[in-house]
């Protein structure tokens, strides 16, 4: 088999329930030490993915490699995984130690290296003095950080995660992304995490695995999801973002031209890729991206509008604006309170008449889904 760095390897991997097909003919390879989310809507397949490499569910078509193993029909417990789930599943009548120590007991771990190795375990997820304490005792976070020891102490190849922070607060939320992606970088496990948060698998991904229906519409790093999405409904799904419905106008070597959908309203786009005049096209322009007030004129998509609501969340305020065009949204443009203040600007109100525009190279073009 192709690669040997290939820590999990999934070709043609089909599930189905019934009627309901759960998982559409998927195909990834994910490298030794990656960090890979799945990310997607509820019902997408991603945690049933997840579960068929854990071998909690089984394939109807296509095969399963771990290490270059075909593992389709080899039970859980011998894949040489770790996981952790969304509700924790430690034992409350056992010790952190003893919850820790519970795999390494069940592969009969000789008792001097079994204590080292929980040792190690709790050292590396700031567990230290927590030994002798039962769960009840530990707030939530301290819970998932020996969920995590419990699942890297075996020296697993590939640890699985479940949306494993879903339990806490966004703040202590935040702060286990952090400290899960500094452990992994630190053990150098190859770890695949299922999240429904675009956030949570920007902060934490080598690679973002999107998925939508069953299937994998896009693969890529965070910054190649976010800048470069594939479809509307990649866009969409990541961050905020302006989408418009255009047709194009005129097309030359150096400019396209492009009229909003229902409006007289024309656009400049990139001249990358193939456009005819009449073709109608998907756009998207993130929030940052989008100046306001102040616009130039050279290169610059420019158009007046009236603030139609603010929203402030204290680094940032979000401004919607609306351009006139019928039954279109409002433009959202994201703007540091810091600009606001150097610009004089801080004083922006529902119904200012505002002018809005970005960089006409700023404008993604999307593949219809």
């Known amino acids: 088999m192709e690669g040997l760095h290939r820590d999990v390897e999934l070709t043609g991997i089909t599930k189905r329930y019934g ?70 599943a430690l034992f409350p009548h056992m010790t952190i130690r003893q919850n820790i120590a519970f795999g390494l007991s069940m592969r009969k771990e000789p008792r001097a290296s079994a204590a080292r190795k929980v040792d190690e375990a709790m050292a590396l997820t700031h567990l230290e003095g927590m030994a002798d304490r039962l769960p009840s005792q530990l707030s939530g976070g301290q819970r998932q950080r020996v969920a995590l020891a419990r ?30 992606r500094m452990l992994q970088r630190e053990v150098g496990i190859t770890t695949i995490f299922v999240t429904h948060d675009q956030e949570e698998a920007l902060t934490l991904s080598d690679r973002i695995v999107v998925m939508n229906a069953g299937q994998i519409v896009q693969v890529g790093t ?67 991206n989008i100046a306001l007030g102040d616009v130039p004129t050279d290169g610059y998509n420019r158009f007046g509008g009236t603030i139609s609501h603010v929203v402030y969340t ?30 004089g600007s801080a004083g922006l109100e529902v119904g200012d008449k505002i002018t809005i525009g970005w960089r006409y190279d700023n404008t993604q073009i999307l593949e219809k889904d």
Not at 153 to 160: A, I, K, Q, S
Not at 314 to 339: C, E, Q, S, W
């Open 314 to 343: 204290g680094a940032l305020t979000y401004f919607h604006v609306d351009i006139g065009v019928p039954g279109n949204r409002p433009f959202v443009v994201m703007v540091p309170n810091t600009d606001l203040k150097l610009k």
């Open 151 to 180: 699942a890297i102490v075996t020296r697993p190849n590939v640890l699985l995660l479940d949306e494993p922070l879903g339990a806490l607060d966004k703040k202590l939320r935040e702060q286990m992304q952090i400290e899960i």
């Open 222 to 288: 965070p910054e190649e999801i976010y800048k470069r999405p594939a479809s509307s409904f990649v866009s969409d799904f990541i961050g905020l973002t302006n989408t418009i419905t255009a047709g194009v106008i005129g097309v030359n070597e150096t400019a396209v031209r492009a009229q909003i959908a229902d409006s007289t309203l024309e656009l400049l786009l990139p001249t990358g890729g193939s456009f005819a005049v009449g073709q109608q096209i998907n756009l998207s322009v993130r929030p940052e």
């Open 19 to 88: 009627d309901f097909l759960a998982v559409n003919h998927v195909d990834l390879a994910i490298e030794r030490g990656e960090m890979v989310s799945f990310l997607g809507p509820s019902g997408c397949g991603k945690t049933t993915t997840l579960r068929m490499i854990a071998g909690l569910e089984f394939p109807d078509e296509g095969e399963i490699f771990i290490r270059g193993k075909r593992v389709n029909a080899v039970p859980t417990y011998k894949r040489n995984i770790g996981m952790v789930f969304q509700n924790y």
